[in-house]
Every structure is written in structure tokens, then in C-alpha cells.
């Protein structure tokens, strides 16, 4: 070699040299400046409230007003992924975050046509410039873009690369992520996409705000066949699936994210950073279709009713479904008012726990026997719903029929402050009138609960008495597993239930199977029913949420049919009540103990005052229209005439024929009285009459 090209190529070598140094120096400058690469841990994604297998009930915006939810690979359509893959970045997984092939095909067009034809991107410098916006599209920026793209190769996996994308790819709007496009044009999750769908999907981050379908579907559309166009020509789609998937209509806008269980995930999610995660007990296909039937049946009954239901899980107290009202925007039935736990009049709902109560103090078994007829407690004289008595039942068809005035008689005997201390006992607080003590009138309404609180007692009746929180969080069970209170002893817990699975059924509806009772509040306000088999219990509540009158909302009519339907929609096998406990007598009337046999405690109440002779003169026992049993009382048997009002001395007549005279005081015995219709009749000192047709049995 001569000295001349010695030199020449020294100098060579040293140009290199330098020029390498150079770019080194640059590049660690670059790298000095541009400091750690930005992995996606700073990335704030929706709140999210899911049911307990993980699926999505309700999301919600991030702080900044994004609908931002997370996505892996695993959870999105793989014909998306591959879509998604051969239109944006075929080499993927074979790049070191930078194409260079791709690279210099897009300077090569660029050169020819003096114009961008096609980008060198791959989806990791898409990542990177998600991760790093920046305002600029210069070739600094590019460059930028291209050292952050290796970083991120360096620090993560393809798979971890491709999560990034799949969350923070815009949309249009506020729109991030293909989880949240998806929700909002197609109205589901993208684990299942037709080729459409995902063709839409692919092309819409390229230019998100021209080409999102809520602003106009035809360059949506136009946008994703360009796509199917391409990935058929590559051999990424079939020539006729991308043909069939052209016909197929663009969204016209956006849908409604999820609002199920709308008032559990508000309660839950409230306060929540962005990103977390609330995993409920709930079964969203269960809320599902319970909210479904709540809608159908305020529909039905129209007038601004409202309809919630509860279903909960006997063993653990967890909360499967929680229906809190129809129409989460619909402000005639204030549809953002939780009415699940709203405070209302119960009806009759807590007459089971009264009778549980005297069972449990040996004051009545369900076959004791028990008049209902009228009476007065004081200045309480309380009437049975169909303003009708029925003579003397067994105190399980007084239960069953929801009788009143024996269960007023029953709750006198028991003590109302003990009724609503053993409520409180078990989680639950009566709300009484301000500075009033329970009274009578709480066993038929005159306290206010919750559908919450009637869905808490059920449940201890179908635990054989056990108390049990309700719980809305798997992790919120763990404390309160300890807590569980006793409500009623075993044996009158499943007596209870037994008498509470033959009431009559609703109409269409198969009896023996849900042990039930139903309510209706004063004035047609509330309707409810409650009940429970072996495995759930469900609460439901219909009613106008203002509190008005719904003329003809009856428990048994209104409210029944849907705690029947609900059970069916459970879909679970029919699990019958446990088997009866120790200590539970099983005997007909007759074969109790004779205390048992009729209801006669101390302190019985009086029938009708003694008022003054003026007082209008009627027969108080027994009424007009009464069934009276006096076939346990052998042949002496005698019934029992009483008078209200009237002026004494009283002569007492069956069919015209005198069978008491002169008796002074408004109490007579009618002996050996004869079986079938009799019309009773009394007359006073002066003259006036009053009468009741009957009939013995």
C-alpha cells in the first residue's frame, strides 16, 4: 500500500471514528436527556365494579373524563389481534421495537411519490408515543419515538407491549382503548368481535375524531372496508368474509356503557381512585335477568311505580342480585334512590317473627287453636284486610291467611318491645315515630324497615334462626363471619318456615315449594313479599317511590308473582328446607297439652267496652259472616254470645226463637248449639235489635 492510500484510508478509519463517537454521544445525550423509558406504570385506568366472577357491572370515567379501561391480549378477539397485527405492523414479533425494512420502504415511497404513502411505525413506537405525546411530528420526534420503541423492548414483553396498546389506542372522544370502543359502539366486550367489528376497530386509531361513528358512520365504514380491502389483498382475511363483513352496517353512535346493579356499584365505587377494582358478590347474569323482570312489571304497572328486589345466598349472606329500582335516569321513578333500602311500612312481613316468638316461649304451637273475631286493645281495634273474621283457625292458618287480629293477640302476649329488641338483636332497627315506644301496631306495619332489613330477617329464618349480615364484597365477609346474631331459637325458626311454605300461592304458581309472606302497607303504599328455600332467599318491594297510593298494589296480587318469578329465573335446582332440628313437637290439635290446644293467656283482651246504654247495640261475637269451629269442644259444647252497646237487660234469639232472656250483662252462652247457618239475633231493654248470620261447624 502507498502512502497516499495509507492516508487515505486512516483518514477513513478516523472520519468513522469520529462519526461513530459522534452518534454514540448523541445518542447517550439523547438518552441522558430523555431519562428511564415510561412503562405504563403512571397510566390511571376507569374504576371498575365487577360481579364475582370478574365481569363487568358498571365502569366509570377516570378523574380526567376518559373511559380507560384495561385489556390484555387474553381477553380480545384473536381475529382482532391478527387483524390488528397484519395492518399495523406484520413483523411484530420478530422486531427489536423498530422496523427497518419498514423504514426504509416508507422513505423509499415517500422519495418516488414525494409524498408519506405509508408509515414506518410499528405498534411499539405507536406505544411509545402513547406513553410520551408529543405535539410535533418532526424527525426528532420520530427519532424519539424509535429509541423509546427499543427501550420498551428491552423492558417488556411483546404480550406486555401489546396490553399497552390495547388500553390507551384513542377511539374518538373520550375513548381509550378497544374495551371501552367497544362498549361504546358495539355494546359489549371485545372477546367476541365479528370481522366487521374488528376491521372497524383496526382502522379507527389512525385517525380516531375523523372516523369515529358517532360523528358519521359513512367514513367509519368507508375507513374499515379500506382495511378489509388491504388484509384481503395480504391474504389476512378470505376475499368472500371480507366481502360479507363490507355489507355490514357501521354503528350509527355510541351505546350506554354497563349500569348494572347501579346503586350497589355507586355505594361501592364512591371515593375510589382511578383503577380500582371493586369485585362484588353479585352474578351478573342473575341481576341481569332480575332487572329485566323489575322492568317488566313497573312497566305493567305503570303510574310511576318502582320495583326492588334482593336474592341472597343462604349459607354465606352474600347478595347475588340487587335490583334497587328501574331506570337508573328515569326521575319520575327516582330512579337514582336506592329503594332497596329505603324506609318504609312493612304490612304484614314481620308477623312471622311474632308467632316465632310465641313458639319459642311455649305460648303456641301452629296447631293451637285461636279466635279470630273482633276485638279491642285500648283504643286499637285493629281489622283484618278484607274487613272479614274467620271465627277460630289454627295458628297456622291464621299465619298463612295473615289474620290480624290474632297476631295482634300473639303480640300483646309477647311483648312488642321484646319484638322489636330481638330485631335489633339480629341487625335489623324498627324505625319508630319520634319519641314513641313500640306498640301493637308494629306486628302489622306501624314501624318502618328496609327491603334490606326484611331480606336480613328472612334469611335467619331460613338458618335455622342464625342471624347473618348481608354482604356485598367477598373480602367483607371474612369480618363479618363472627357476627352472627340468633334471632329466634331453631324449633320455632323451622316451625315458622314450615307453616310459611303452604301458604297459598299466587295465581299460575306451584305451591309447597317457597316458604313466603306477603305485605301491604296502610293506604296501597308498599307491596311486598318475602321468602326462601333451602339454598336463596329473595325480598321484593313494588311502590311508588314518593310514598303515594297505588290503588289496587296488594302484596299477594302485586308482589308475590314476582318473588315466584324471581325464584325461577335463580335457575339453580329447587333446594327444599332443612330438615326439622330437635326440640320441634310434631301433633295435631288435639294431641297437645291442653294448654296448648287453645290460645287463652292471661291478660286476654276484652271484645267491646261496656260503653253506656246510649252506645249503638251490635253483635261483637261473632260476627256477621263468621265460621265458627266447636268440633274439638265435644257434644256440651256452648259458643259464646257477646254484645257491644245497647242497654241491658238483652234477650238473645237463633232464628226467632228465644234461647236467652233477662241477661244483664253483654255476655251470653248459647248451649248445644246446632250445627250449620243460624241467623243470631239480641235485643236490648229498649227495643232496638241487631242480628249476624253465621254458621257452625
Not at 303510574?303 to 342480585?321: F, H, K, Q, W, Y
Not at 308494629?442 to 331460613?462: F, I
Amino acid at each position: 500500500m502507498n502512502a497516499r492510500r495509507f492516508r487515505i484510508v486512516c483518514a477513513a478509519l478516523f472520519s468513522t471514528i469520529v462519526v461513530v463517537n459522534a452518534i454514540g454521544f448523541g445518542v447517550s445525550e439523547l438518552l441522558r436527556r430523555l431519562g428511564p423509558p415510561p412503562l405504563g406504570q403512571a397510566i390511571t385506568y376507569s374504576p371498575l365494579v365487577v360481579d364475582r366472577e370478574g365481569r363487568l357491572l358498571r365502569p366509570f370515567t377516570t378523574a380526567d373524563g376518559f373511559w380507560r379501561l384495561p385489556a390484555t391480549p387474553g381477553e380480545v378477539d384473536k381475529r382482532f389481534l391478527a387483524m390488528l397485527v397484519a395492518y399495523e405492523d406484520k413483523r411484530f414479533y420478530r422486531h427489536p421495537g423498530v422496523d427497518a425494512r419498514a423504514l426504509l420502504r416508507a422513505a423509499w415511497q415517500a422519495l418516488r411519490h414525494g409524498r408519506v404513502v405509508s408509515g414506518g411505525s410499528t405498534l411499539t413506537m405507536q406505544v411509545a408515543r402513547l406513553l410520551e405525546p408529543r405535539p410535533e411530528r418532526t424527525l426528532g420526534a420520530k427519532l424519539v419515538e424509535m429509541v423509546r420503541a427499543i427501550q420498551l423492548e428491552r423492558a417488556l414483553s411483546k404480550d406486555q407491549i401489546l396490553t399497552l396498546y390495547l388500553a390507551l389506542a384513542p377511539y374518538g372522544g373520550n375513548l381509550e382503548g378497544v374495551r371501552a370502543a367497544s362498549l361504546a359502539y358495539f355494546g359489549k366486550e371485545p372477546k367476541r368481535l365479528s370481522t366487521a367489528e374488528a376491521a372497524l376497530l383496526v382502522s379507527l386509531p389512525q385517525a380516531p375524531e375523523v372516523r369515529r361513528p358517532d360523528r358519521g358512520a359513512a367514513v367509519a365504514a368507508a375507513a374499515r372496508n379500506r382495511v378489509l380491502a388491504l388484509l384481503a389483498a395480504r391474504g389476512a382475511v378470505g376475499a368472500d368474509q371480507a366481502e360479507t363483513a363490507r355489507l355490514e352496517p357501521a354503528p350509527q353512535g355510541r351505546k350506554p356503557f354497563p349500569m348494572l346493579a347501579a346503586h350497589v356499584a355507586e355505594r361501592l365505587a364512591k371515593g375510589d381512585a382511578d383503577g380500582t377494582v371493586e369485585r362484588t358478590t353479585l352474578s351478573r347474569p342473575l341481576q341481569e335477568q332480575l332487572e329485566a323482570l323489575a322492568r317488566g312489571r313497573a312497566a305493567a304497572l305503570g303510574g310511576g311505580v318502582s320495583v326492588a328486589i334482593l336474592a341472597v345466598d343462604n349459607v354465606s349472606g352474600e347478595v347475588r342480585a340487587h335490583v334497587g329500582g328501574v331506570d337508573y335516569f328515569d326521575r319520575s321513578r327516582a330512579g337514582q334512590v336506592d329503594l332497596a333500602q329505603a324506609i318504609r311500612s312493612p304490612g304484614s312481613t314481620l308477623k312471622p317473627f311474632i308467632y316465632g316468638l310465641a313458639f319459642e316461649d311455649g305460648l303456641a304451637h301452629p296447631e293451637t287453636l285461636v279466635d279470630d273475631r273482633p276485638a279491642r286493645f285500648g283504643a286499637y281495634q285493629p281489622e283484618n284486610f278484607d274487613e272479614s273474621f274467620r271465627g277460630t283457625v289454627t295458628m297456622r292458618r291464621a299465619l298463612q291467611q295473615s289474620l290480624n287480629v290474632p297476631a295482634v293477640m300473639l303480640l300483646k302476649a309477647v311483648g312488642p318491645t321484646r319484638l322489636v329488641a330481638r330485631l335489633h338483636n339480629a341487625g335489623v332497627t324498627a324505625v319508630l315515630p319520634p319519641d314513641a315506644a313500640p306498640g301493637l301496631a308494629v306486628g302489622l306495619g306501624g314501624a318502618g324497615v328496609r327491603l334490606t332489613d326484611l331480606a336480613t330477617l328472612y334469611l335467619a329464618l331460613a338458618r335455622d334462626g342464625d342471624s347473618l349480615p348481608l354482604v356485598w364484597r367477598s373480602q367483607d365477609r371474612v369480618a363479618k363471619d363472627a357476627s352472627t346474631r340468633r334471632l329466634l331459637e331453631a324449633a320455632a325458626a323451622w316451625q315458622v318456615g314450615d307453616v310459611l311454605i303452604g301458604a297459598p300461592p299466587p295465581e299460575n304458581a306451584l305451591g309447597g315449594r317457597i316458604a313466603y309472606k306477603t305485605g301491604t302497607s296502610y293506604g296501597y303504599r308498599d307491596a311486598w313479599a318475602v321468602g326462601f328455600d333451602g339454598a336463596n332467599t329473595v325480598a321484593v318491594w313494588i311502590g311508588r317511590p314518593d310514598g303515594a297510593a297505588v290503588p289496587g298494589l296488594v302484596g299477594r296480587v302485586s308482589a308475590a308473582p314476582v318473588l315466584f318469578d324471581a325464584f325461577q329465573r335463580i335457575g339453580e335446582r329447587r333446594v327444599p328446607l332443612a330438615a326439622p332440628p330437635r326440640g320441634v313437637v310434631f301433633a295435631r290439635t288435639e294431641e297437645l297439652p291442653v294448654a296448648l290446644q287453645r290460645f287463652r293467656p292471661d291478660g286476654l283482651p276484652v271484645t267491646a267496652s261496656s260503653g253506656p246504654g246510649d252506645a249503638p247495640l251490635s253483635i261483637s261475637f261473632p260476627p256477621n259472616g263468621a265460621r265458627v269451629d266447636i268440633g274439638a269442644s265435644g257434644p256440651d259444647a256452648a259458643l259464646a254470645l257477646k254484645a257491644m252497646g245497647g242497654a241491658p237487660p238483652f234477650t238473645w234469639l237463633v232464628d226467632g226463637t228465644p234461647i236467652v232472656t233477662g241477661e244483664v250483662r253483654r255476655q251470653a252462652s248459647w248451649d248445644a248449639p246446632s250445627r250449620g247457618f243460624a241467623r243470631l239475633s239480641v235485643i236490648d231493654a229498649r227495643g232496638r235489635t241487631a242480628s249476624a248470620l253465621i254458621r257452625v261447624e
